[in-house]
C-alpha cells in the first residue's frame, strides 16, 4: 500500500498529539496544580483521534455513519437538557427518526434532498406532528427549541458527513477526504489553541455576559495560529490557492468561536456548565463539537461555492 | 444463561439508546446481604440497575416486583421468575396469615441483593411518592445487610408508565450512603425519605411537564 497524502496528514495529526501529550506530561510533572482534567482531556482526545482515524480509513459509509452516531449523541444531550413536554414524546422520536434519513441523503449522494430535507421537510412537519397532541399550552416554546436542535446536532453537523463524498478534483488528490480533515482539524486545533492562548495571555474579556473565560488574547492568538496552519495545510489536502486557503483560515477560527459562545449562551441559559459528562475532561459532545455546528456547514458552503 | 445473555442485550441498549451519568458506582453492592432502594418511573428502572451489575453476579441480584402485574399469565410468570430473576410480593394481599416478604426473607437470608422500589408504583412519571414500610421490615430483620439509597432522572421520560414508545433520553443514576437499621421504624423511614431528597437535589433537572 502506498501512502497518499491523506495518510501522511493523518500520520502528522498523530505526532501533534503525541507532542501535546509529551508537553501535558511534563507540565504536570512539574505543575503544583491540579492538572487531572488537563490529562483526562489529553487521554480523550487519543480515543477520538483513534475512532475518527479507524473510521476514516476503512470507508466512507463507515465515517459517515459515526457523523451520524454523533449527531445522536448530540441530539439527545440537547433533548435531555433542555425543558420538554411529556406530549411531545411522540415528535422527539420523529426528530431522532430524521437523522437515519439526513444521513442517507448522504450515503446516496443526493444534494438536493440533502439540502431541503431538515429545514424544508421537517421544519413544516413538526409543528404538525406536535399539533396533534391538541396541547397548546407551551407549542411555540416547544417547536422552536425542538428545531434548533434539530438543525444545530443533525443538520449542521451532518454537512461535515457530506464534504466526504466530494469528489476529487484535478486539483485535488485528497478529494472530500482532504477536505473534512481539513475542516475537522483545523475546528479542532483552533479550539486548544484559543483556549492555550487565553490561558496563557488572557487579559481582556471578550464577551464576560455569555463566556466569562473568553478573552480577546485567547481568541486573535488562536484565529492567528489557525491561519498560519490552514496556509500550510490547505495545499496538501485541498483544491484550495493561496486566496481561498487564507479565507477559509479566517472563516473556520472565526465561525469555530461564534458556534463555542452559541452553545455557552445556551449552557447559562440552561444554568449547566456542562452539556453532559460523556467525554472526560471535555463534558458532553455537545460541548467538544460545538465550534464545528458553525463551521462545518460554513466551510462546506465556502469549499461548494469555489470549487464545485 | 438465558438471564446472561438477556442483560447482556439490555446491557447494550442501555447504554446505546439511553446512556447513564452515574454517581458513585462504587457505591453499589454486588455482594449480598443488602438491599437497594430506588425511586420508580418507568419498567426501565429495573433493567438499568441490573445492567449496572457485573454480569457474572446476575444470580445473586434479585428485583422486588409485584405479584399481580408480573405474575399475572403462566408466560408472563415464567419470563419473571427465569430470565428477569423478579422475587413477586403480594399487593394487598387478603390472606393474613401470609407474610407478603417471605420471599424476600428468605432471598436475604441466601444473602442475596434485593432489588425494591419502595413507592409501590411507577406512578407519574418524575415524581416522586410516599415510601412504602416494607423496606424497613427487612432491614428490621437482617440488620447487617446495608440499605442503599439510588435515586434515577430521566428513565420515566424514556418510558413513562401507559407508554410503549421508547424515546431516548440521557438518564442520571445517584447512589448515595448506605443506611442501617438503627431500631426505629418512623426514624429508619424518615433517614431514607431525607437521603433521597438529598439525591434528588444534587443536581437541577431539565423540567418535563
Known amino acids: ?308 | 444463561m438465558l438471564q446472561k445473555t438477556f442483560y447482556f442485550f439490555v446491557k447494550v441498549a442501555v447504554l446505546f439508546l439511553l446512556g447513564l451519568n452515574v454517581r458513585r458506582k462504587e457505591l453499589l453492592p454486588s455482594e449480598g446481604p443488602a438491599i437497594v432502594v430506588a425511586n420508580h418511573n418507568s419498567h426501565l428502572d429495573t433493567m438499568v440497575l441490573m445492567a449496572l451489575m457485573p454480569l457474572s453476579k446476575l444470580k445473586g441480584i434479585k428485583p422486588v416486583a409485584a405479584a399481580d402485574y408480573f405474575f399475572s399469565s403462566p408466560l408472563k410468570a415464567w419470563f419473571s421468575e427465569n430470565v428477569l430473576g423478579i422475587i413477586p410480593v403480594e399487593r394487598g394481599g387478603e390472606d393474613k396469615t401470609i407474610d407478603p416478604l417471605e420471599g424476600c426473607y428468605q432471598a436475604l437470608s441466601e444473602g442475596k441483593v434485593l432489588v425494591l422500589f419502595p413507592e409501590g408504583s411507577r406512578g407519574e412519571p418524575e415524581q416522586m411518592t410516599d415510601l412504602k414500610k416494607g423496606v424497613s421490615f427487612l432491614s428490621e430483620r437482617f440488620p447487617e445487610a446495608p440499605v442503599v439509597p439510588v435515586f434515577t432522572h430521566g428513565l420515566g421520560k424514556a418510558l413513562p408508565k401507559g407508554s410503549f414508545l421508547l424515546v431516548p433520553f440521557f438518564c442520571d443514576i445517584f447512589i448515595g450512603e448506605p443506611i442501617t437499621w438503627d431500631g426505629d421504624r418512623t426514624q429508619f423511614m424518615n433517614a431514607l425519605k431525607d437521603r433521597f431528597s438529598k439525591l434528588s437535589a444534587e443536581k437541577n433537572f431539565a423540567p418535563w411537564e
Open chain 1, 1 to 308: 500500500m502506498t501512502l497518499d497524502t491523506i495518510h501522511w496528514a493523518l500520520i502528522g495529526i498523530w505526532g501533534l498529539l503525541a507532542l501535546a501529550s509529551v508537553i501535558v506530561y511534563v507540565i504536570s510533572k512539574r505543575s503544583e496544580k491540579n492538572m487531572t482534567e488537563l490529562v483526562q482531556r489529553t487521554q480523550s482526545w487519543w480515543v477520538m483521534v483513534a475512532i475518527f482515524t479507524v473510521a476514516f480509513l476503512v470507508s466512507n459509509t463507515i465515517s459517515i455513519i459515526v457523523f451520524a452516531l454523533i449527531s445522536f449523541l448530540a441530539l439527545k444531550e440537547f433533548f435531555s437538557m433542555i425543558p420538554t413536554r411529556r406530549a411531545d414524546r411522540r415528535v422527539l422520536f420523529w426528530v431522532y427518526l430524521s437523522i437515519p434519513i439526513q444521513y442517507f441523503w448522504v450515503y446516496d449522494s443526493y444534494y438536493g434532498m440533502f439540502a431541503v430535507f431538515i429545514p424544508v421537510y421537517m421544519f413544516l412537519f413538526l409543528p404538525f406532528a406536535s399539533l396533534l397532541s391538541q396541547q397548546t399550552d407551551g407549542f411555540l416554546r416547544s417547536v422552536g427549541t425542538l428545531n434548533w436542535g434539530l438543525m444545530l446536532c443533525v443538520f449542521s453537523i451532518s454537512h461535515a458527513a457530506f464534504l466526504l463524498i466530494m469528489p476529487a478534483t484535478s486539483g485535488n488528490s485528497a478529494g472530500g477526504a482532504g477536505l473534512l480533515l481539513f475542516l475537522i482539524f483545523l475546528t479542532q486545533f483552533n479550539d486548544v489553541a484559543q483556549y492555550t492562548w487565553g490561558k496563557m495571555f488572557g487579559k481582556r474579556k471578550i464577551i464576560p455576559g455569555v463566556s466569562p473565560n473568553k478573552t480577546w488574547e485567547g481568541f486573535l492568538g488562536g484565529v492567528g495560529t489557525t491561519f498560519v496552519l490552514a496556509l500550510l495545510v490547505a495545499p496538501l489536502v485541498t483544491p484550495f490557492d493561496m486566496i481561498h486557503a487564507a479565507a477559509a483560515g479566517l472563516l473556520i477560527p472565526v465561525a469555530g468561536f461564534v458556534g463555542d459562545v452559541t452553545v455557552s449562551a445556551l449552557k447559562r441559559d440552561l444554568g449547566v456548565k456542562d452539556t453532559g459528562s460523556l467525554i472526560p475532561g471535555h463534558g458532553g459532545i455537545m460541548d467538544r463539537i460545538d465550534s464545528l455546528t458553525f463551521t462545518a456547514p460554513l466551510f462546506f458552503h465556502f469549499t461548494r461555492y469555489f470549487y464545485y
